[in-house]
């Protein structure tokens, strides 16, 4: 992963990682790492803490006591990885029974899947598809332009947004892919059994309304929005925000980043737990040194060594292919 762009100069930031950051897993980026006080990567010496950036790999950037704490090797000029172009792929194994146009609510429990299309349809709750894969695309009047600091939440939108959660313990292997968005609105846990994949062309969000400081009148659908970054006016974490998130899931932001809305404004959220793996084409931001957003606790989940989630995308050095499932031999 890079920082994230300079996006018609709205947002340009270089993520930092904190003390109290934990990466326990394996990491590559192809650029370097920025540190602030002493977050920890890796779990053992197994795990690869690698950087395409040259020596030293890291930078400070709160002062003297910035020091990383790599209990995985850590490795620096790593080969860089490119995302694929496109998930559009994984529309075609869909196929029209589990395509869904505009946006779509996605609901998982156990083996089943309930769906609640654009147009207020609600399908299920149906057993996950046999294919493994559900597809969101775009329909008519679909911007994809989106800045974390004027995010709203409307009840319909014609972009090919997934709006994903699960309703107790998921089961099973599921492939959620959106042409436009992934905007993750409750937590996502798993059974032992679990395995889910999060494909979105442009950016997997976390959803978090930012509100009045009174906070009256304040649901999904009426935000009061920044207008740039740090511009706050007052707000706060308003309803529909989830504090101390858990997402059991391998997430992939093919062309942007995986990223909370507003995590510049509002209260500290507490931990944003992720288990399974992240893949990013820019860093996004999921909290700041000022108390706001997310802590992160990044967890590697060790059976993506070896098995994936259906048609899941996987890197091999730099090209990407779709596939089932891999396999590790020694």
Same mark, same amino acid.
Not at 144 to 157: I, L, V, W
Not at 188 to 212: D, E, M, Q, Y
């Given at each position: ?23 326990? !897993? ?6 370097? &790492? ?21 020596p ?28 694929? @172009?496109?998930?559009?792929? &994984? ?28 147009? $207020?349809?609600?399908? $299920? @709750?149906?057993?996950? @598809? ?11 009047? +679909? ?22 959660r699960?309703? !107790?313990?998921?089961? /099973? ?8 968005d ?12 679990? &395995?889910? !994949? ?18 009256? $009148?304040?649901?999904? /659908? ?17 309803? /529909? ?22 995590y510049? +404004? ?7 737990e992720v ?11 999921? !909290?700041?040194?000022? /108390? ?14 070896? &098995? ?6 996987d ?16």
């Amino acid at each position: 992963s890079s920082p994230i762009p300079n996006s018609g100069g709205r947002y340009c930031d270089q993520i930092v990682f904190v003390s109290g950051d934990r990466i326990d !897993g394996p990491l590559h980026t192809n650029d370097s &790492l920025q540190i602030c006080g002493q977050p920890t990567f890796g779990r053992s010496g197994a795990d690869v803490v690698e950087v395409s950036a040259p020596p030293t790999g890291w930078y400070s950037r709160c002062g003297g006591g910035d020091n990383p704490n790599f209990v995985g090797a850590f490795v620096t000029n790593a080969p860089v990885l490119t995302p694929p @172009p496109t998930n559009s792929e &994984l529309r075609s194994i869909a196929g029209p029974a589990y395509t869904y146009t505009g946006q779509t609510q996605i609901v998982l429990s156990g083996s089943n899947i309930t769906v609640t299309t654009n147009t $207020g349809q609600v399908i $299920g @709750p149906t057993p996950i @598809p046999s294919n493994g894969v559900v597809y969101v695309q775009n329909g008519t009047g +679909c911007s994809s332009s989106y800045s974390p600091f004027t995010a709203t939440y409307p009840a319909t939108s014609g972009c090919g947004n997934a709006l994903v959660r699960s309703s !107790g313990n998921y089961s /099973g292997a599921l492939t959620i892919a959106a042409e436009n968005d992934v905007v993750i609105t409750d937590d996502i846990t798993r059974t032992s059994s679990g &395995l889910l !994949g999060l494909v979105a062309n442009n950016f997997v969000r976390v959803k978090h309304p930012l509100c009045p400081s009174s906070n009256l $009148g304040c649901s999904n /659908g009426t935000i009061t929005s920044q207008t740039d970054k740090g511009a706050c006016n007052g707000g706060v974490n308003g309803t /529909g925000s989830q504090s101390d998130l858990r997402i059991d899931a391998a997430i992939l932001a093919i062309d942007h980043s995986f990223i909370v809305d507003h995590y510049d +404004c509002g209260g500290s959220l507490g931990e944003l737990e992720v288990n399974g793996a992240i893949a990013q084409k820019f860093r996004g931001a999921v !909290g700041t040194t000022g /108390g706001t957003g997310y802590i992160k606790d990044y967890n590697y989940d060790d059976r993506l060594r070896y &098995l994936e989630p259906p048609h899941f995308f996987d890197p091999v050095e730099a090209a990407w292919h779709v596939q089932r499932e891999t396999l590790d031999f020694p």
